[in-house]
């Protein structure tokens, strides 16, 4: 379909009626600047002569009609490309944020993994205090113990001297008494 253009101030030469396609009819607009809708320009297609005015206003319409479709394909391109190039900045921004959280946590585990470590070696080298500790005391009973030992068996050695001297076993000895 092609589009015709009427305007109310231009005066059509006087062409043949009986070959001009016929033409829906079209209603005037209330305003004055009002845009008239597209399906009220409607012209049935049909063969027109070379040079005719319906002719020329089918072409010019055409004309008019390729540069409208030519303009709304590249307004559409344009806020594609807008869409897209905010989409693009939208994620970028995302990205960052994302990429700084994940910075902030993994330096977060980072300290604590430090602090951990330093527990850690201060809890190690509490444990090998009380390790030597425990085995300096050890050793400190052991010596305490083998003294004892060496005294008791030295004063057992001195009784049983003086059992063998007497032939008298002291009284704390009772099963051996005479």
């Known amino acids: ?45 049909g063969e027109t002569e070379a040079g005719t005015i319906v002719h020329m206003e089918r072409a010019t319409q055409k004309i008019e009609h390729d540069k409208l479709i030519t303009r709304a394909k590249a307004w559409e391109e344009d806020t594609k490309s807008r869409i897209e190039s905010r989409s693009e900045r939208e994620e970028a921004k995302i990205a960052q944020e994302e990429l700084t959280m994940k910075n902030k946590a993994e330096a977060r585990l980072r300290r604590n993994e430090e602090k951990l470590e330093k527990q850690k070696a201060k809890y190690m080298e509490m444990m090998k205090n009380e390790v030597a500790a425990a085995h300096k005391a050890a050793e400190e009973k052991r010596a305490l113990a083998a003294a ?12 049983a001297a003086k059992i063998r001297a007497t032939g008298i076993f002291p009284k704390k000895f009772g099963c051996f008494a005479a």
Do not use: N, R, S, W
């Open 1 to 45: 379909m092609h589009y015709v253009v009427l305007a109310a101030t231009e005066a059509a030469p006087a062409a043949p009626v009986a070959e001009a396609a016929p033409v829906a009819a079209v209603h005037a607009p209330e305003h004055p600047g009002a845009i008239v809708p597209h399906e009220a320009k409607k012209v049935e297609d």
């Open 148 to 159: 004892k030992k060496g005294q008791e068996m030295l004063k057992a050695e001195e009784t």
